[in-house]
């Protein structure tokens, strides 16, 4: 790959994919055609490596994610120098994600994927150095720090989805972004796994050493997104210059405001519960368990959400999702067992996922093209909306 040599005689590429940026290689291809070595994610009807690749980059991620989403509220409960700041460190990694969005979205468009990604994965790997560091010396404040980190690197993972969705046409903008999405439920396939092997070899040193493998994993997702292509692949189909084209801003309100309010209540139910379980006798090895079948419900509905969505419509999709959001509150205010708990976690999981899903397909079948701006406007709220369910996970009845 080689920069761009703009002769006197080569085209002028209209959709801005073949000019060259500060920091960035690239090859010269004719307008809208996929680099060399980097196919298109749908090609008469086939899906690319392309596609596999960034399913891959998130799945590692959300493996980070899930090792940690148990751990953070159970160590916030026994750090923190007030009950009401136990979900501080959650807070923070939601507050990292919030803030990488914009950047995120300025270094995919200025810089390509592979610095933008690696980036975002290596201050994921910092994150979980600094969070086992703060472990096992228990200290709140580095611990928080790493856990904002962390949150970091999660802003810059849920432009996997984004990016599979740029690449493609506008048939399969929603598809590839599902297909990416529901790889996140591989994750929670491992996470129990993981989890027990770090139990087993580090019993004492459990949550020191679930941040290390968080750490671990992040290594993995900056290895992927070194050997990726530089740029999203954009189909020849999907070439729309962006230049010309202003966003329909109005076709991102609705959307994002169903997606903020399942963040709300997911958060506030995955916060609230560990902590919950914990005071109920149930061993920390058994909450990471429950996590992870809690991830698996989060991203394996996205498999299914395009079918039911074509079959019901997306804002049928999205309310079905928020009304077993609000069900699976009513069920775990009212637990008292792991079982129970498990129960309300899938169930909040399963309704988070239909939300978020059917707010995608709407924003995504717009009618023009959503530019990253709105894309990572859009992802700010989410994690600012999640950020107040954690924020209320603090004061409902389920703490």
Do not use: N
């Not at 994610?41 to 596999?52: D, F, I, Y």
């Not at 590839?176 to 092997?197: E, H, N, R, W």
């Not at 530089?230 to 991102?252: C, G, Q």
Request: aromatic share 8%.
């Amino acid at each position: 790959m080689t920069a761009i040599d703009r002769g006197s005689d080569m085209p002028e590429p209209q959709d801005g994919a073949g000019l060259a940026r500060a920091g960035r290689l690239a090859c010269f291809c004719p307008p809208g055609a996929p680099a060399p070595g980097s196919a298109g994610l749908e090609t008469e009807g086939r899906w690319s490596p392309g596609v596999a690749t960034l399913a891959g980059g998130f799945a590692l991620s959300v493996l980070s994610q899930s090792l940690t989403l148990g751990m953070l509220p159970l160590a916030g409960r026994l750090l923190a120098p007030s009950p009401h700041l136990m979900s501080a460190p959650y807070i923070a990694m939601l507050s990292g994600a919030a803030l990488a969005t914009f950047p995120a979205s300025f270094l995919l468009d200025a810089f390509g994927r592979r610095a933008a990604l690696a980036l975002g994965a290596s201050l994921g790997v910092a994150g979980g150095l600094i969070m086992a560091w703060a472990l096992s010396l228990s200290q709140f404040a580095p611990f928080c720090l790493g856990a904002f980190w962390l949150g970091v690197a999660q802003g810059f993972s849920l432009f996997y989805r984004h990016e599979a969705a740029l690449g493609s046409d506008s048939r399969g903008r929603a598809r590839a972004a599902l297909i990416v999405f529901g790889s996140g439920a591989l994750a929670g396939l491992i996470g129990p796994a993981l989890a027990g092997v770090v139990a087993q070899y580090a019993p004492e040193k459990l949550f020191a050493a679930t941040a290390l493998a968080a750490a671990a994993t992040q290594v993995l997702v900056l290895v992927l997104a070194v050997l990726t292509t530089a740029r999203a692949p954009i189909l020849p189909s999907a070439a729309v210059s962006r230049a010309t084209e202003a966003p329909d801003w109005k076709a991102f309100v609705a959307p994002s405001a169903i997606a903020a309010l399942a963040w709300f209540g997911m958060t506030a139910a995955m916060v609230g519960a560990p902590g919950a379980m914990s005071g109920c006798g149930v061993a920390a090895p058994d909450i990471f368990s429950v996590v992870s079948w809690h991830v698996i419900a989060m991203y394996a509905p996205a498999f299914f959400a395009g079918a039911l969505a074509r079959r019901l419509g997306a804002d049928v999709t999205a309310g079905l999702g928020l009304a077993l959001v609000a069900g699976a509150w009513a069920l775990e205010i009212h637990a008292g067992d792991a079982w129970r708990f498990a129960a309300a976690l899938i169930v909040v999981a399963v309704g988070w996922s239909l939300a978020t899903a059917g707010a995608s397909l709407r924003l995504y079948r717009a009618r023009k093209k959503p530019s990253r701006a709105m894309l990572a406007a859009h992802d700010a709220l989410l994690f600012v909306s999640a950020m107040g369910g954690a924020f209320a996970a603090a004061f409902l009845p389920v703490s």
